[in-house]
């Protein structure tokens, strides 16, 4: 799902993302497409 702002990760990219799980808007960098969560919810498993 697009979105616009900063990601709330790393607050420098663009976010491009909603996580389903949480709400966060997050980057590419920071969303995990496999699981389909942010890095916070997988807990650092990307």
């Given at each position: 799902?697009?979105?616009?702002?900063?990601?709330?990760?790393?607050?420098?990219?663009?976010?491009s993302?909603?996580?389903?799980?949480?709400?966060?808007?997050?980057?590419?960098?920071?969303?995990?497409?496999?699981h389909?969560?942010?890095?916070?919810?997988?807990?650092?498993?990307?």
């Amino acid at each position: 799902m697009s979105q616009s702002g900063l990601c709330q990760h790393c607050e420098n990219a663009p976010a491009s993302h909603t996580c389903p799980n949480c709400g966060s808007l997050v980057c590419e960098r920071h969303f995990d497409r496999q699981h389909g969560q942010c890095a916070s919810c997988l807990g650092g498993r990307q």
